[in-house]
């Protein structure tokens, strides 16, 4: 039997491109979406890569473009371009007005495509700290 590795760690130094080795696409449970989901790092390409059944969205950063809303654009284009209909989750670890309107422009898109997005309505609380969570099981 075959396994995916649970988490892929994918460096956020540059866009994939022309340049990148061609490859077929990785298999993961769960990605994190590099560099806060900065259009500065992530493209088509990455989506075309690294398919994932999670996907990570952080990001809280209007301001510098994270989490940006052509890397969640590109993650559409690419997933309709996967000729399967996996089955797609995305976690934001942030409510952000660009998740939101891109969630509400997009959701019928989404729907299509077998993607979900995922609201945390729990919280943890440790120490001093409280932060929303969520929880996966695979």
């Not at 989901?37 to 990001?59: L, P």
């Not at 942030?94 to 898109?109: G, N, P």
Request: some cysteine; aromatic content about 8%.
């Amino acid at each position: 039997m075959m396994t995916r590795p649970l988490c892929f760690v994918v460096p956020g130094s540059q866009k994939s491109g022309p340049a990148a080795a061609p490859g077929l696409p990785i298999f993961v449970d769960l990605a994190y979406i590099p560099n806060h989901c900065s259009a500065k790092n992530v493209d088509q390409e990455f989506f075309k890569r690294i398919r994932s059944a999670y996907y990570v969205v952080s990001g809280n950063d209007a301001a510098g473009g994270e989490p940006s809303r052509a890397v969640l654009d590109a993650l559409l284009d690419a997933k309709a371009q996967w000729g399967s209909n996996l089955q797609v989750t995305l976690i934001p670890t942030h409510d952000t007005e660009v998740t939101r309107d891109w969630y509400q422009q997009t959701h019928e898109r989404q729907q299509e495509l077998n993607i979900m997005v995922l609201a945390s309505s729990s919280t943890v609380v440790m120490q001093d700290e409280s932060f929303p969570a969520c929880k996966i099981e695979f």
